[in-house]
């Protein structure tokens, strides 16, 4: 931490943040410029923070320098870590498919999406049984009845299943269904959300913040941390910004970035960024090339009557396209597509 | 709602979307142009939404008109309300100041706090006893502790009081102690939230999300609306822009915006969109001045010990400042300063 | 300025980033810390910027200090300037009101517009004759035919001409015409524009990039005071933000905050940040309130002709508003409204 | 075109509507709906826009439908166009690579760039002699010295040179040495500029604004075509948004949408979007993959002592994972790495 002081800040003003910051256990280097006197602040960084040096006499800003989030850092944790997910791995060496309905609407339907999402070389189920949704006249999911059919679903076809929850007090329920929670864009700082789902015990898929910067992601991935849970994958998924042609802006340098300062793994979502079908699969092909570690995307056997995100999911003409691209692609970035593990009793994959 | 068709649409493309819409109990007017044909549709606008129109062969794109908000909508409600808080409006004829700590952390901090407010002119006690913090490690708020802190300053001081809540679990427990509860930017679509919110029976401080337009800002007040809880005052508090010579763009357009939009108050918040003291005064007279119903400060008695946002907290030597603007701004746009409700005897809450 | 080490860096790394600096006449103080250390610089800034610190070996970031601008900086010219066009003062202590057409098309419009600004308070005459427009297919202005009817109303009401100026190349011809040149928001970056403004001779209205930071909006400003010209005035006109609903989204916090680094005067331009009628007479009451120098308004006799933003021009009906807004609400900021320089006999100019 | 009237206009105020689009030679077709009233425009849409139908009584709004493009259109193109740069090809089916230094400093620096950059792939060499600089005291390019210096590093390597012009009046004179002008981010809207290039009679590479939307990059491409110019090859390079890992966040979903509107060649800047080499390489990966018909790549011998932008350029040991990638990729989306034109005897240039 430095702390800049002011033009006109007195030797006063500089002793004033020299004491207090030696009063808390630090240290602090005081460095006199012609201009401006800096201090450079040696300690306990979250101490710090609650000296509110940014309110003394004299101080002109204060400049934080260690990242906020430990457990998730990559400084202390220099290894890139892998998940499994119902025993499908994502993280370094892999690239998973992970792939299904935006929304759980019928039996038939969640069980033709999750073919046509295997047979493109998808190893991991999506589907979302609780919707947040922008209008509160909007279909908002099928609830328990949804997670039933994910995990009828995931019987007959042995993929592990991905699904959102939406409030604290579901996570219990979710869990119970689930191989992995998704904890969704308009949810990315719904603390008691992320507390919730780091005492779950099932690993945690956490979008980000369609505002939020890579830090504040990281710091959401810490309050799961913090509970114990470090099978954290983080999914960017776009970001707000002022173009319209498309529903997000994919912000693909987040993934190389994200993981220079975690060791989690990092996937993307081409659907939701995106927002249209044409561009789910350049999209894919950018985010595998870029390093991704996974990728997630809708499908839908019947998008024109789906009951949410129709124009963004894939049809079968696409999969065969997004079959190959996930084969080609991965080698070239040092990766294989993930396969379904082997040990997968009763209900095995094809 | 407007279907936009593709150049190269056929007919049996075109009358692809007259029937699906006619089907629906829906009326279309096509209109052939030189270079493309429109249709116009005619009928519930929430049905059409399910159609997925804009799956169909040859649609190009498809426009919504309606505002998709009906009962926070200025539409069928022209006159703007008047939310009541322990008997003190918020609306149209009057300015309100609402004032107090950002954190509840003693209770003499919070009685100094309040009374330094009431000193100004505030009528409405603002405290966080719930605070959601970007960092694991940051100070959460004292919970229910910090709620009988705001209750005893009620009985000492008369001013109801406004508190935020963070989690659906916990607006049962909030709303035994607070006269209003507060929703937060973060939580701004949290649906759960925002739902037990509306069933609660207290009147809501709804703040715009940093990331919200004003469309979803209004679509998250029809979630607590729809639960039969049409008592909501609207707060803009800074959304984030690319400018980071404030903590958030302070958007003053938005308080003229949403009170043509909506019928419900808006206020706005000059501490949190700011970040900074030296911002607060000049940012309440730009939003007396553009016309919001009342305005949010953050005060404290000694901000550099503040567990929480002390930068941006008025100290007693601004609060002479503070006094005279809420007096004399208001009757230059037609309202008067709010007064504490008359039948307050001996400093007891209604 | 600091020098940030990565946490990995050796004490070989550290001894050559202090080597370099002081082999460029600069002093380093090395702060070790637990986690890292930090290095302060102290010397030329400018210098240090060209040795490219952030590219050696070990160096983890690089933290600029001063501000980048001199000339127009406050911290070397602490009170805050006046800058006088044609005798028309703009700065503390005054609230100009600049208004008229948004493009000048006749003789008539001009002079009506020029008529209606002058009897709303108005003191100095906006109007475009080269007009910057996103479509090559848009009118584009008069040019210098356009100027000339800016002189001739000058003539005629004593009101001295801002109007822009969109090419270095036009430079001289405009300010052989005008009072003030104006240089536009798509213009924010036009460094040879900006030189040759600052060449001119004339003082120069500056407005802020729609998507330019404070910061950047400042090194422009030294852009034309490099080259001599401190007559500047900076003019807030909305940044580009994800929200819709307005054209642009006012930043009304940049007032302040530009007056607090800068010692120019900071005006705003209500009509086009909103981009809507409804919203100028708010928004100016808003920029007045803030502490502006100035507002400047587009007004047009007959706005459902005009060949420019037409939707966002004040008329007639209006003007009778503005008139007592920017009379009342000055007084409340320690201002008065800006009156004609009274060394203006007979229509002429000073 | 379409207009929507507001809930309560009258059948006067419709009826206003209709004539004066008749009375402009237009069709307007009018659909009554329950809630609201809209009317087709079907004729002129520029005719449209200036009859300000915004500012009719009872109009709520106006949505425009056509592209305001149309040269640079693929709706009247649909084929996509490849541009040639002295003999180079950029466009569909192939992948150019164009490397070299951010800044053109020595001819020693810029040969030795050159030749780095051409062992890696590239057969189009970039190099800056004139800066757009943020501030008036950074390094602002050799000038003309500098387009000298590009020539002969062209006489020596056989790469066609493409560097930036900055003014309209310098048009000519880089036109006369360069094989192609590049338009920065920062004058993506210097309309004077613009036309300039258009007329030059030399190929132009054109880049987004950092605040530009992909329509306004497409109009300011319509203005150089508008003036008998269609070489124009559209250069993503990331967008101004809240984040600040990045310098910019490329917009990658910008290549196949803006692929999708314009049939001009669309590459991508991925030295400039992240600002930091580490990034350089990901970026490209997801450029080529995404589809993009070229990079174009910062490549400096020494960057610790670059004049501009260091801390990006690649150096050599970089280099060789370039040339593998360039040419790996690809073939995976239909491409080839675009090879030197053949009629290059002996290293020089048609």
Known sequence: MVVVMAPGATEADINGVVSLVETAGGDAFVSRGVERTIIGLVGDVQQFGSLNLRSLRGVSDVIRISAPYKLVSRENHAERSIVRVGGVPVGPGTMTLIAGPCAVETPDQTLQAAQMAQAAGATLLRGGAFKPRT???????????????????????????????VDA??????????????????NAQNFALLQAAGESGKPVML??????????????????????????????????????????????????????????????????SGGHRDLVLPLTRAAIAVGADGVIIDVHPHPETALCDGPQALVNGDLRELAKVVRALPPLVGRTLTEAPDAVPDGVPA
């Open 135 to 165: 209008s509160p006249y909007a279909f908002q999911g099928l609830g328990e009845a949804g997670l039933r059919i994910l995990a009828d679903v995931r019987d007959e076809t042995g993929m592990p299943v991905v699904t959102e929850v």
């Open 169 to 186: 007090a579901d996570v219990e329920l979710v869990a119970s269904y689930a191989d992995m929670l998704q904890i969704g864009t308009r």
């Open 207 to 272: 979008k980000r913040g369609m505002n939020g910067t890579i830090e504040e992601w990281l710091m959401a991935a810490e309050y799961i941390a913090q509970r114990g849970n470090l099978d954290i994958v983080l999914c960017e998924r776009g970001i707000r910004t002022f173009e319209k042609a498309t529903r997000n802006t994919l912000d693909i340098s987040a993934v190389p970035v994200a993981q220079r300062l975690s060791h989690l793994p990092v996937i993307v979502d081409p659907s939701h």
